[in-house]
Nanobody, 124 residues
Framework: QVQLVESGGGLVQPGGSLRLSCVVS????????IGWFRQRPGHEREGISC????????DYADSVKGRFTISGDRAKNTVYLQMNSLKPEDTATYYC?????????????????GGQGTQVTVSS
């Protein structure tokens, strides 16, 4: 059974950091890319970052470049999103999803979603 389970969200002050985790199971992840997406109230789902698990290639949305870092741990079947210098506009529900290609692209229509997401709230 394919599973993608997000965790690590929470309430953080502006300028703070969080690390999100996406634990994947039920498929051979080396053939896939994993992407992080977020959904803010009143906004369309936005691609944040992705990683191709075979070669480790990554991509980032302009809005998070230099602040967020995506990484993968094969031993733990986990993809992380380290989020630094958080801003109130980063407040959203964050989801991870898989795409059957070793080269990731930030196009949500290509991805399969399955998790419940994890809420990130940036507020003082």
């Amino acid at each position: 059974q394919v599973q993608l389970v997000e965790s690590g969200g929470g309430l953080v002050q502006p300028g703070g950091s969080l690390r999100l985790s996406c634990v994947v199971s039920g498929f051979s992840w080396i053939r896939y890319s994993i992407g992080w997406f977020r959904q803010r109230p009143g906004h369309e789902r936005e691609g944040i970052s992705c990683i191709g698990l075979l070669k480790g290639s990554t991509d980032y949305a302009d809005s998070v470049k230099g602040r967020f870092t995506i990484s993968g741990d094969r031993a733990k079947n986990t993809v992380y999103l380290q989020m630094n210098s958080l801003k109130p506009e980063d407040t959203a529900t964050y989801y991870c999803a898989r795409y059957y290609d070793t080269n990731c692209v930030l196009a949500s229509a290509l991805y399969e979603f399955g998790g419940q997401g994890t809420q990130v709230t940036v507020s003082s």
